[in-house]
Structures are given as C-alpha cells and as structure tokens.
C-alpha cells in the first residue's frame, strides 16, 4: 500500500521507520511545515491512504484536499475535537473515509474498555471521588491529551453527578478534574483514580515507547483501504476483534 504523511514531527518519523523497516508498505509523499503546497503534488495524489499527525489547525483544510482525492483518511492529530462534527460532514458529503483517535495504541483502546467497565460498576458509589492524572513529554502543545478527554467523557457519560470536565483541580463535585504533567522525554501515561477515605481503586495505562502508537495509524490505514464512513479507531478495533 502507497502512503502519504502529513506531519514529519514524532510520530510521522516513528511511522517512517517502522514502514521501512518491515517493507510491506511504501511511503510516497511526506508534507511537513516546509512544503505545504506538496498536498497537491501528483506523488502525494498516488497514495492509497493518508495519516495526519499534523496541527489541529490543519485538521480540516487537510482532510478537503484528501477526502476531495478519494482517499481514506486516518487522523492521529489531535486538539481539533471542536471541529469534529464539521469534519463528519465533510466526509459524508464526499463518501470518503476517515479513521480518527485520541490514541491509535491498541493497548490504550483496550484501556478505554476497562475505563468504561470501572466507571460503570462505580455509578451509585458516591463515598468516592475520581480523578485523572495525565503525563506527557514537554514539547506537547494540547492539554489536557486527547486520551485523557476521551475518559473523561466516557465517565461523566456513566456518572449523572459530573457535568463537564476541567483542567486542573477543582472544589465543584459535578466537574471531573484532570491533571496534566509535562516531564522530559515521558512518552505517555494516563490513570484513573476513585479514592474514598478508607481506600483507592485505579487502573493505568503507560506507554514505555511511540512504536504502539505507529503501528495503529498503520493498521487503521490497512484496515480504512476499501471502507467508506467516519470512525473512531476504537470502533476500527472492535470490528477486526469480532472479524
């Protein structure tokens, strides 16, 4: 399969090596800030499919040049979730296909389960409180992560107490708080915490490297080849599990 990047930073290079390295698919095109107008080049029109970890402000002006092409769109950028009804549109309107996460680890998407599950069986245990802690690299530019969003929005939808989530501590028993930490060369790591004043019960995810990460947006891609219609890459992941 013919690839094209959008975003030469961490990840595009870590997607780079891990396709060179395995041979089964061919990169085509990479764009990055220093050649924008390669979008339109005719190499970048030969790829079969196309992964974006660009800039969030990027998201959409990329994916109306790759959906106008007829090519399946897997989006790991994140910091664009305002826009994602727009994006929904934009797909459906040109039957295109767009694959897009928070995190492409399949190791955290199997986290988001055991999220879902804990945050159910804690509904009507209102002796605890919850917290999410989430720790990055510095060079990370969005926070809360996309990951960390993604569960919170997956308890407050099973917790009728919490209204929103915030960034920060917080004094208010219907926001969720998250915790942000930016530490040298941390890669990722997330963890949910119900604490009571007799105990606590979480669940953590952490990264130890980017090639998980990598290996999803490639799977997505492979997975994205002849599908139409707008998923998430969790969705993606239920489907090849059941397949």
Same mark, same amino acid.
């Given at each position: ?77 994140? +910091?664009?979730? *305002?826009?994602? @009804?727009? #994006? ?7 039957? $295109?296909? !767009?694959?897009?996460? /928070? ?64 960034? +920060?501590?917080? *004094?208010?028993? @219907?926001? #969720? ?7 040298? $060369?941390? !890669?990722?790591?997330? /963890? ?52």
């Amino acid at each position: 399969m013919k690839i094209a990047l959008i975003g030469y930073g961490k990840m595009g290079k870590m997607i780079e090596s891990i396709i060179k390295a395995n041979n089964h698919h061919e990169i085509v095109s990479i764009i990055s800030s220093k050649n924008k107008n390669d979008l339109l080049s005719e190499q970048f029109k030969s790829a079969q499919a196309v992964i974006d970890f660009s800039q969030p402000d990027a998201v959409l002006s990329n994916a109306e040049i790759v959906l106008s092409h007829d090519k399946p769109l897997i989006i790991g950028t994140t +910091g664009w979730n *305002s826009e994602i @009804n727009t #994006l929904q549109e934009l797909c459906i309107k040109n039957d $295109g296909c !767009v694959v897009y996460a /928070s995190n492409f680890s399949t190791g955290v998407n199997l986290f988001f389960e055991l999220n879902d599950f804990l945050a159910a069986l804690m509904i009507n245990r209102n002796e605890y409180s919850v917290r999410i802690d989430e720790t990055h690299h510095t060079q990370k530019k969005d926070a809360p992560s996309g990951t960390a969003i993604t569960l919170a929005n997956s308890i407050i939808g099973k917790r009728p107490n919490f209204i929103k989530w915030v960034n +920060g501590d917080s *004094s208010n028993k @219907n926001e #969720l708080p998250i915790f942000s930490h930016r530490i040298e $060369g941390a !890669v990722g790591e997330h /963890s949910i915490s119900y604490n009571s004043i007799h105990d606590e019960i979480s669940i953590r995810h952490k990264a130890f490297d980017r090639v998980s990460f990598a290996e999803g947006s490639i799977l997505a891609a492979e997975w994205a080849i002849d599908k139409k219609g707008f998923y998430s890459f969790r969705e993606v992941v239920n489907r090849i599990l059941k397949d």
